[in-house]
């Protein structure tokens, strides 16, 4: 089971936080961008770009911050953090 979980946040308070559980069989990374997918849909965002600075944090903490930087829109909250919670 794969499981990221996503949260909101603004001055340092969580607005809203989710969980996207994954037990399909497709690659770790189509897992991430699913789960990212979805977070976005469920919060009415946009989809954040992925900067070469967002991928190695990721890469080395399995947890990413999504910026204003990230979207093209703006957002009104401070960043979306996610965070890889369990995995196969």
């Known amino acids: 089971m794969f499981r990221l979980w996503a949260k909101e946040f603004k ?3 969580m607005l ?3 969980v996207i559980a994954d037990s399909s069989d497709d690659t770790r990374t189509h897992k ?3 789960a990212l ?4 849909y469920q919060f ?3 989809k954040p770009i992925w900067l070469d600075s967002t991928i190695q944090d990721f890469k080395r903490h399995d ?3 999504f910026t204003q930087d990230n979207f093209i829109e703006s957002i009104d909250f401070d960043y979306l953090e996610i965070h890889v919670i369990e995995e196969d």
Do not use: I, P, Y
């Open 37 to 40: 997918d979805e977070v976005c």
């Open 16 to 18: 809203k936080d989710t």
């Open 44 to 46: 009415d965002l946009g």
């Open 63 to 65: 947890k990413a911050r």
């Open 11 to 13: 001055d340092n308070h």
């Open 32 to 34: 991430v961008f699913h």
